[in-house]
């Protein structure tokens, strides 16, 4: 019944809204994604130093129903919308530019194993109708997203994604990252950052359970003070981003480890940054299912990824490609003390090789100034 009358909503402050008067230099960014690689919220920050002559508006978190009728009215008088998730106009002449969030792994809408047909009949209408640019960086990237969601193949345009141009170029210091969450001084600092995917679709409450006692990785054989040693015997620091749904499970952030910290939304909101804005001053990276990885190709450094529920996740959910060794240039640990006994060799040059390999696979594109492509495409067409 929520569901229904929130698309009740929507639809009803969408006839509103057309009453606007529609200006071809308005852009709105429809933001779902929060500050953890967010395409719309980095193409924003773009648009305002190099496009003064739009205006340009941010809407988060996009969808809501407490947005105030002044929100709508902005909406209504865009030429161009911008979204992160599923596509979005009120009006048959805007422009819609279709960012997503990532390179899918996990099965979604009509490939994946826990979703409804009546829902993806719905989303297939929703992006035939209003996408009209899907940004893409990739022949494999249009096949998986096709694959879920029906999307034809004449709305992509390789024009790559926002969030990659920003990289390779931190927008603070590894040093400055290094206070400010670890609030320590170490010039032979290894920083990882573990990111795992929504674990609470498993249906597991047991790992909720574990998540919420601290064992943010739900290894059966979890020690943080053990872990904590393990990193600092070898200067290494591990930053934990959790999911927004499992960050809520802590009471608070103040870890007790002085080589493991917690990056809450707070810290990104507070200092005006994405995720993707520090990732270049990290050393590796830990996931599971998270899609972060073929964007962490670009950099070229060292993947652990963790499996402790690999088979949970391929029954519930499903994974697009198969099998999971294959498709993932990096270490595997399905414990703790696998994890330990990998931290002291996190790469070799066959892990290397696949790495290249995955990115060409999936970013066919050189360079960078992703967001000046997008740009061009979504103004002139380009």
């Avoid at 402050?13 to 960014?29: G, H, P, Q, R, Y």
């Avoid at 193949?153 to 990659?164: A, D, I, N, Q, S």
């Avoid at 050393?283 to 962490?296: A, N, P, Q, R």
Wanted: with cysteine; charged share 25%; glycine share 4%.
């Amino acid at each position: 019944m929520k569901s229904f009358l929130f698309r009740l909503y929507l639809k009803w402050m969408s006839f509103l809204a057309k009453f606007t008067t529609m200006e071809d230099n308005n852009v709105v960014i429809l933001n779902g994604s929060g500050r953890s690689g967010s395409n719309g919220y980095l193409f924003y920050k773009y648009l305002q130093t190099n496009h003064p002559e739009y205006n340009v508006t941010l809407v988060e978190p996009w969808p809501s129903s407490h947005f105030k009728w002044e929100t709508w009215q902005k909406i209504g008088a865009a030429r161009y919308v911008i979204t992160t998730h599923q596509p979005f106009k009120v009006r048959k002449n805007q422009i819609n530019l279709q960012f997503w969030h990532g390179v899918p792994l996990k099965r979604m809408g009509i490939m994946a194993n826990n979703t409804r047909r009546k829902d993806n009949k719905r989303n297939e209408k929703l992006w035939h109708k209003n996408a009209d640019i899907v940004a893409s960086s990739s022949d494999l990237y249009e096949t998986l997203m096709s694959s879920c969601l029906a999307i034809e193949t004449e709305k992509y345009r390789k024009v790559g994604f926002p969030r990659l141009d920003y990289l390779q170029n931190p927008v603070i210091s590894k040093e400055q990252l290094l206070k400010d969450l670890f609030n320590t001084e170490d010039k032979q600092a290894e920083i990882g950052i573990y990111m795992p995917t929504f674990r609470y679709e498993l249906e597991d409450q047991s790992i909720m359970e574990k998540i919420k006692e601290g064992n943010f990785f739900a290894f059966e054989d979890f020690d943080g003070d053990e872990l904590n040693d393990a990193l600092k015997a070898r200067h290494q620091y591990l930053i934990v981003k959790l999911h927004p749904y499992e960050m809520r499970l802590f009471a608070n952030f103040d870890s007790k480890y002085s080589n493991i910290a917690f990056l809450n939304n707070d810290y990104l909101f507070d200092h005006n940054y994405d995720l993707y804005e520090l990732l270049g001053d990290t050393d590796f990276l830990m996931t599971d299912f998270s899609s972060i990885y073929f964007d962490y190709l670009q950099l070229n450094k060292p993947i652990v990824f963790v499996t402790n529920f690999l088979k949970q996740y391929e029954k519930t959910r499903g994974l697009l490609m198969g099998p999971y060794e294959e498709i993932t240039p990096g270490i595997s640990v399905n414990s703790q003390r696998e994890l330990v006994q990998s931290l002291d060799q996190l790469d070799n040059q066959q892990i290397k090789n696949r790495r290249l390999y995955w990115l060409d696979l999936t970013n066919q594109l050189k360079g960078d100034n992703y967001c000046e492509k997008a740009f061009k495409c979504m103004t002139n067409g380009e």
